[in-house]
């Protein structure tokens, strides 16, 4: 259901995935500026921070599923993904012809 409605709003994957990377960078960069005074806080913030990764990234692996049966949510966004298949496809056939 969750996979669903945010598909149905229009939220790729890539922005899952992406935030599953910027919570490994903020986890890191979270741990790396602890105080001297509390370290152990900034170190359990650190962690906190860090296990959102995995969720984010199941969310991705969620709606890319969803975007594989229903295609994407938006119709520019539909467009956009055919065209670039369409140039892949092309500089692929391209290449093979040029090896032939």
């Known amino acids: 259901m969750l996979f669903r409605t945010l598909h149905r709003l229009g939220v790729p994957s890539d922005v899952a995935y992406g935030a599953g990377i910027l919570s490994i960078a903020g986890a890191?960069?979270?741990?790396?500026?602890?105080?001297?005074r509390n370290p152990a806080n900034a170190e359990r913030l650190g962690i906190f921070v860090g296990l959102w990764a995995p969720t984010f990234m199941i969310i991705g692996n969620g709606l890319q599923q969803e975007e594989k049966v229903h295609g994407l949510a938006s119709q520019p966004m539909e467009n956009a993904s055919r065209k670039v298949e369409g140039i892949a496809d092309s500089t692929r056939q391209r290449v093979e012809a040029l090896r032939s």
């Not at 890191?28 to 500026?33: D, H, K, L, R």
């Open 28 to 36: 890191i960069i979270t741990w790396a500026m602890r105080s001297e």
